[in-house]
Protein backbone atom coordinates (compact mmCIF):
# COMPACT_ATOMS: atom_id res chain seq x y z
CA UNK A 1 0.00 0.00 0.00
CA UNK A 2 2.46 2.80 -1.41
CA UNK A 3 -0.10 5.37 -0.70
CA UNK A 4 -1.18 4.19 2.38
CA UNK A 5 -3.05 7.65 4.40
CA UNK A 6 -4.64 8.00 7.59
CA UNK A 7 -5.47 5.96 10.33
CA UNK A 8 -8.34 3.11 10.36
CA UNK A 9 -9.97 1.64 13.79
CA UNK A 10 -11.88 -1.35 13.83
CA UNK A 11 -14.83 -0.47 16.47
CA UNK A 12 -16.62 -3.12 18.96
CA UNK A 13 -20.14 -2.91 20.35
CA UNK A 14 -21.83 -3.92 23.27
CA UNK A 15 -25.66 -3.38 24.27
CA UNK A 16 -26.39 -1.63 20.85
CA UNK A 17 -23.41 1.25 22.06
CA UNK A 18 -19.79 1.15 21.26
CA UNK A 19 -17.22 0.21 23.85
CA UNK A 20 -14.97 2.13 25.90
CA UNK A 21 -11.84 0.07 24.23
CA UNK A 22 -13.96 1.55 20.35
CA UNK A 23 -13.53 5.52 22.36
CA UNK A 24 -9.83 5.73 23.42
CA UNK A 25 -9.05 3.83 20.21
CA UNK A 26 -10.87 7.20 18.26
CA UNK A 27 -9.41 9.03 20.57
CA UNK A 28 -5.74 8.07 20.38
CA UNK A 29 -6.34 7.58 16.35
CA UNK A 30 -7.40 11.68 16.31
CA UNK A 31 -4.33 12.29 17.95
CA UNK A 32 -2.18 10.31 15.19
CA UNK A 33 -3.95 11.67 12.55
CA UNK A 34 -3.78 15.46 13.46
CA UNK A 35 -0.08 14.79 13.70
CA UNK A 36 0.19 13.59 10.21
CA UNK A 37 -2.31 16.41 9.19
CA UNK A 38 -4.77 12.81 7.89
CA UNK A 39 -8.14 11.91 8.33
CA UNK A 40 -9.53 9.27 10.91
CA UNK A 41 -12.06 6.31 9.58
CA UNK A 42 -13.61 3.72 11.50
CA UNK A 43 -15.22 0.45 10.48
CA UNK A 44 -18.17 -0.59 11.90
CA UNK A 45 -18.65 -4.43 11.64
CA UNK A 46 -21.86 -6.33 12.99
CA UNK A 47 -25.33 -6.48 12.66
CA UNK A 48 -27.21 -3.40 13.54
CA UNK A 49 -24.69 -1.32 13.93
CA UNK A 50 -25.59 1.36 11.45
CA UNK A 51 -26.95 3.75 14.23
CA UNK A 52 -23.80 3.84 15.80
CA UNK A 53 -21.69 5.80 12.86
CA UNK A 54 -22.97 8.96 13.98
CA UNK A 55 -21.72 8.00 17.54
CA UNK A 56 -18.56 7.45 16.00
CA UNK A 57 -18.31 10.56 14.35
CA UNK A 58 -19.25 12.48 17.72
CA UNK A 59 -15.94 11.16 18.91
CA UNK A 60 -13.51 11.70 16.25
CA UNK A 61 -14.12 9.41 13.00
CA UNK A 62 -14.46 11.78 9.69
CA UNK A 63 -15.24 8.45 7.99
CA UNK A 64 -17.27 5.56 9.13
CA UNK A 65 -17.63 2.18 7.01
CA UNK A 66 -20.26 -0.09 8.45
CA UNK A 67 -20.79 -3.59 7.70
CA UNK A 68 -24.09 -4.60 8.34
CA UNK A 69 -24.84 -8.04 7.87
CA UNK A 70 -27.21 -10.56 10.09
CA UNK A 71 -24.13 -13.34 9.79
CA UNK A 72 -22.05 -10.81 11.74
CA UNK A 73 -24.51 -10.77 14.81
CA UNK A 74 -21.55 -12.51 16.58
CA UNK A 75 -17.95 -12.92 16.64
CA UNK A 76 -16.54 -15.56 14.32
CA UNK A 77 -13.19 -15.49 12.88
CA UNK A 78 -13.36 -16.03 9.57
CA UNK A 79 -15.97 -14.21 8.81
CA UNK A 80 -14.64 -10.83 10.73
CA UNK A 81 -11.42 -11.45 9.05
CA UNK A 82 -12.57 -11.98 5.60
CA UNK A 83 -14.74 -8.14 6.10
CA UNK A 84 -11.23 -6.83 7.62
CA UNK A 85 -9.27 -7.84 5.00
CA UNK A 86 -11.38 -6.12 2.19
CA UNK A 87 -12.21 -3.33 4.28
CA UNK A 88 -8.66 -1.69 4.87
CA UNK A 89 -7.64 -2.97 1.35
CA UNK A 90 -10.35 -0.42 -0.07
CA UNK A 91 -9.39 2.43 2.51
CA UNK A 92 -5.94 2.04 2.28
CA UNK A 93 -4.78 3.04 5.60
CA UNK A 94 -1.46 3.66 7.30
CA UNK A 95 -2.13 2.71 10.52
CA UNK A 96 -4.67 0.33 11.76
CA UNK A 97 -5.78 -0.02 15.45
CA UNK A 98 -7.84 -2.06 17.28
CA UNK A 99 -8.35 -2.76 20.85
CA UNK A 100 -6.22 -5.61 23.28
CA UNK A 101 -9.72 -7.42 23.81
CA UNK A 102 -10.77 -10.78 23.41
CA UNK A 103 -11.95 -9.94 19.72
CA UNK A 104 -9.01 -7.75 18.75
CA UNK A 105 -6.58 -10.10 20.47
CA UNK A 106 -7.58 -12.74 17.49
CA UNK A 107 -8.46 -10.62 14.47
CA UNK A 108 -5.33 -8.53 14.70
CA UNK A 109 -2.71 -11.47 13.85
CA UNK A 110 -5.08 -12.74 11.49
CA UNK A 111 -5.40 -10.03 9.80
CA UNK A 112 -1.81 -9.16 9.40
CA UNK A 113 -1.20 -12.38 8.49
CA UNK A 114 -3.61 -11.74 5.48
CA UNK A 115 -2.33 -8.31 4.55
CA UNK A 116 1.61 -9.65 4.86
CA UNK A 117 2.23 -6.87 7.68
CA UNK A 118 3.85 -6.99 11.22
CA UNK A 119 1.62 -6.42 14.41
CA UNK A 120 2.34 -4.89 17.96
CA UNK A 121 -0.14 -6.00 20.20
CA UNK A 122 -0.82 -4.62 23.87
CA UNK A 123 0.67 -1.55 23.28
CA UNK A 124 0.44 1.21 25.89
CA UNK A 125 1.71 4.32 24.00
CA UNK A 126 1.59 5.49 20.75
CA UNK A 127 3.00 8.08 18.85
CA UNK A 128 4.31 9.40 15.47
CA UNK A 129 8.35 9.38 14.67
CA UNK A 130 8.55 13.22 13.50
CA UNK A 131 11.62 12.51 11.23
CA UNK A 132 9.97 9.42 9.58
CA UNK A 133 6.20 9.47 10.38
CA UNK A 134 6.47 5.93 11.13
CA UNK A 135 4.13 4.70 13.99
CA UNK A 136 6.42 4.33 17.51
CA UNK A 137 4.69 1.76 19.81
CA UNK A 138 5.35 1.06 23.34
CA UNK A 139 4.33 -2.32 24.52
CA UNK A 140 5.30 -3.95 27.44
CA UNK A 141 8.22 -6.45 27.20
CA UNK A 142 9.80 -9.25 29.68
CA UNK A 143 6.38 -9.45 31.57
CA UNK A 144 5.93 -5.93 32.10
CA UNK A 145 9.62 -5.32 33.41
CA UNK A 146 10.81 -3.30 30.75
CA UNK A 147 9.03 -1.19 27.50
CA UNK A 148 10.28 -1.58 24.02
CA UNK A 149 9.13 0.86 21.32
CA UNK A 150 8.25 -0.74 17.64
CA UNK A 151 8.77 0.56 14.22
CA UNK A 152 7.17 -1.12 10.93
CA UNK A 153 8.02 0.22 7.60
CA UNK A 154 5.25 -1.92 6.10
CA UNK A 155 2.19 -0.91 5.48
CA UNK A 156 -0.47 -1.11 7.24
CA UNK A 157 1.07 0.00 10.30
CA UNK A 158 -0.84 -2.39 13.17
CA UNK A 159 -1.53 -2.27 16.66
CA UNK A 160 -3.75 -3.26 19.25
CA UNK A 161 -3.94 -0.90 22.59
CA UNK A 162 -4.21 -2.14 26.02
CA UNK A 163 -7.95 -1.07 27.41
CA UNK A 164 -7.92 2.58 29.46
CA UNK A 165 -4.67 3.41 27.66
CA UNK A 166 -5.26 5.77 25.84
CA UNK A 167 -8.34 8.86 26.20
CA UNK A 168 -11.05 9.45 24.11
CA UNK A 169 -11.74 12.94 23.06
CA UNK A 170 -14.87 15.07 24.21
CA UNK A 171 -17.99 13.82 22.15
CA UNK A 172 -18.96 16.96 20.12
CA UNK A 173 -22.65 15.89 18.30
CA UNK A 174 -21.74 18.69 15.84
CA UNK A 175 -18.76 17.47 14.42
CA UNK A 176 -19.39 16.44 10.60
CA UNK A 177 -18.56 13.27 8.67
CA UNK A 178 -19.15 10.80 6.01
CA UNK A 179 -20.68 6.96 6.76
CA UNK A 180 -20.14 4.69 3.77
CA UNK A 181 -22.34 1.28 3.59
CA UNK A 182 -19.87 -1.66 2.36
CA UNK A 183 -21.50 -5.25 1.61
CA UNK A 184 -20.07 -7.82 3.89
CA UNK A 185 -19.64 -10.33 0.45
CA UNK A 186 -20.50 -13.24 2.87
CA UNK A 187 -21.27 -16.68 1.73
CA UNK A 188 -22.61 -18.89 5.11
CA UNK A 189 -21.66 -22.16 3.44
CA UNK A 190 -17.97 -20.88 2.85
CA UNK A 191 -17.37 -20.12 6.73
CA UNK A 192 -15.72 -22.82 8.85
CA UNK A 193 -16.61 -21.42 11.60
CA UNK A 194 -20.27 -22.05 13.39
CA UNK A 195 -21.28 -19.60 16.12
CA UNK A 196 -23.16 -21.99 19.03
CA UNK A 197 -23.92 -19.79 21.94
CA UNK A 198 -22.61 -16.93 24.28
CA UNK A 199 -22.17 -17.42 27.82
CA UNK A 200 -22.67 -13.99 29.39
CA UNK A 201 -19.94 -14.07 32.98
CA UNK A 202 -22.28 -13.26 35.64
CA UNK A 203 -20.41 -10.14 37.30
CA UNK A 204 -22.17 -8.15 40.54
CA UNK A 205 -21.26 -4.69 40.85
CA UNK A 206 -18.17 -3.27 38.61
CA UNK A 207 -17.03 -4.97 36.04
CA UNK A 208 -13.44 -5.52 36.71
CA UNK A 209 -11.90 -4.28 33.53
CA UNK A 210 -14.01 -0.97 33.57
CA UNK A 211 -14.18 0.17 37.35
CA UNK A 212 -12.47 3.07 38.35
CA UNK A 213 -11.07 1.58 41.56
CA UNK A 214 -9.43 -2.38 41.51
CA UNK A 215 -8.80 -3.79 45.17
CA UNK A 216 -6.35 -7.11 44.84
CA UNK A 217 -5.51 -9.58 46.82
CA UNK A 218 -2.61 -12.01 46.80
CA UNK A 219 -1.67 -15.69 48.68
CA UNK A 220 -1.12 -13.19 52.05
CA UNK A 221 -4.90 -12.56 52.29
CA UNK A 222 -4.94 -16.28 53.26
CA UNK A 223 -8.69 -17.57 52.58
CA UNK A 224 -12.12 -16.48 51.00
CA UNK A 225 -12.80 -14.57 54.64
CA UNK A 226 -10.40 -12.52 54.02
CA UNK A 227 -11.51 -11.35 50.72
CA UNK A 228 -14.77 -10.30 51.85
CA UNK A 229 -13.06 -7.54 53.80
CA UNK A 230 -11.67 -6.30 50.52
CA UNK A 231 -15.30 -6.31 48.71
CA UNK A 232 -16.19 -4.24 51.49
CA UNK A 233 -14.32 -1.30 50.75
CA UNK A 234 -14.45 -2.01 47.44
CA UNK A 235 -18.04 -1.21 47.75
CA UNK A 236 -17.71 2.07 48.74
CA UNK A 237 -15.39 2.76 46.54
CA UNK A 238 -17.62 1.32 43.42
CA UNK A 239 -14.68 -0.46 42.28
CA UNK A 240 -13.78 -3.96 41.74
CA UNK A 241 -12.35 -6.67 43.10
CA UNK A 242 -9.12 -8.31 41.79
CA UNK A 243 -6.58 -11.14 42.54
CA UNK A 244 -3.16 -13.08 41.89
CA UNK A 245 -3.31 -16.32 39.95
CA UNK A 246 -2.60 -18.48 43.64
CA UNK A 247 -5.53 -16.76 45.13
CA UNK A 248 -7.77 -18.26 42.37
CA UNK A 249 -5.82 -21.40 42.01
CA UNK A 250 -6.68 -21.76 45.74
CA UNK A 251 -10.62 -21.07 45.03
CA UNK A 252 -10.65 -18.14 47.42
CA UNK A 253 -12.11 -15.71 44.55
CA UNK A 254 -13.41 -16.94 40.68
CA UNK A 255 -10.89 -17.11 38.26
CA UNK A 256 -12.62 -14.36 36.67
CA UNK A 257 -11.02 -11.83 38.96
CA UNK A 258 -7.38 -12.77 37.86
CA UNK A 259 -5.40 -9.53 36.95
CA UNK A 260 -2.13 -10.86 35.54
CA UNK A 261 0.13 -11.93 32.36
CA UNK A 262 -2.27 -14.76 31.87
CA UNK A 263 -5.45 -12.81 33.49
CA UNK A 264 -7.06 -9.75 33.22
CA UNK A 265 -5.54 -6.09 32.37
CA UNK A 266 -6.80 -3.56 33.98
CA UNK A 267 -5.53 -0.11 34.17
CA UNK A 268 -7.73 1.79 36.73
CA UNK A 269 -7.33 5.25 38.27
CA UNK A 270 -6.47 3.70 41.88
CA UNK A 271 -4.83 0.01 42.14
CA UNK A 272 -5.01 -0.75 45.82
CA UNK A 273 -2.54 -4.12 46.19
CA UNK A 274 -2.63 -6.18 49.54
CA UNK A 275 -1.00 -9.10 50.81
CA UNK A 276 0.46 -9.45 47.27
CA UNK A 277 4.36 -9.66 46.60
CA UNK A 278 4.08 -7.79 43.53
CA UNK A 279 5.29 -10.78 40.84
CA UNK A 280 6.63 -9.54 37.72
CA UNK A 281 3.63 -11.81 36.02
CA UNK A 282 0.94 -9.80 38.12
CA UNK A 283 2.08 -6.41 37.48
CA UNK A 284 2.02 -6.81 33.80
CA UNK A 285 -1.76 -6.76 34.29
CA UNK A 286 -2.36 -3.62 36.86
CA UNK A 287 1.23 -1.67 35.55
CA UNK A 288 -1.09 0.92 33.84
CA UNK A 289 -2.56 1.74 36.61
CA UNK A 290 -2.67 5.63 37.62
CA UNK A 291 -1.86 5.13 40.71
CA UNK A 292 -1.00 1.83 43.27
CA UNK A 293 -1.41 2.28 46.71
CA UNK A 294 0.35 -1.27 48.36
CA UNK A 295 -0.59 -2.93 51.81
CA UNK A 296 2.14 -5.93 52.92
CA UNK A 297 3.39 -6.30 56.03
CA UNK A 298 6.68 -7.12 54.54
CA UNK A 299 8.80 -3.88 53.97
CA UNK A 300 10.97 -5.42 51.56
CA UNK A 301 8.08 -6.93 49.47
CA UNK A 302 8.75 -5.86 45.31
CA UNK A 303 5.25 -4.35 45.26
CA UNK A 304 6.26 -1.61 47.18
CA UNK A 305 8.77 -1.16 44.48
CA UNK A 306 6.17 -0.04 41.83
CA UNK A 307 3.47 1.68 44.49
CA UNK A 308 3.58 5.26 44.69
CA UNK A 309 1.92 4.75 48.18
CA UNK A 310 3.08 1.57 50.62
CA UNK A 311 1.86 0.96 53.99
CA UNK A 312 3.76 -1.76 56.11
CA UNK A 313 1.55 -4.01 58.12
CA UNK A 314 -1.22 -6.45 58.56
CA UNK A 315 -3.76 -5.97 56.22
CA UNK A 316 -6.08 -7.13 58.98
CA UNK A 317 -5.77 -4.25 60.79
CA UNK A 318 -5.47 -1.75 58.10
CA UNK A 319 -8.53 -2.72 56.05
CA UNK A 320 -11.12 -2.46 58.60
CA UNK A 321 -9.13 1.26 59.60
CA UNK A 322 -9.01 2.50 56.27
CA UNK A 323 -12.95 1.08 55.39
CA UNK A 324 -13.93 2.64 58.41
CA UNK A 325 -12.43 5.64 57.50
CA UNK A 326 -13.33 5.99 54.14
CA UNK A 327 -16.99 5.47 55.24
CA UNK A 328 -16.80 8.86 57.00
CA UNK A 329 -15.12 10.54 54.28
CA UNK A 330 -17.96 9.76 51.76
CA UNK A 331 -20.34 9.94 54.30
Known amino acids: ?????????????????????????????????????????????????????????????????????ANLANYVSDAFAGVAERLVKQVAPAIVLLGQTAIGRDLAPRLAFRLGVGLSTDCIDLAIDPQTKNLLQTRPVYGGNARAVFATNTRPQMATVRQKAMSSIERDASRKGETVTVDAGLNPSTLRIKFIKKVKEEVTGVKLEDADVVISGGRGIGGAEGFKQLEELAKILHGAIGATRSACDNNWVPTTTQVGLTGKIVAPTLYIAVALSGASQHMAGCSGSKTIVAINKDPEANIFKEAQFGIVGDYKQIIPALTKKVKELVG
Do not use: R
Request: glycine content about 10%.
Open 1 to 69: MADAQGVMVFLETADNKLTGISLELLGAAHKLAKELNQSVSAALVGSGVKGLAAEAIAFGADKVFTVDD
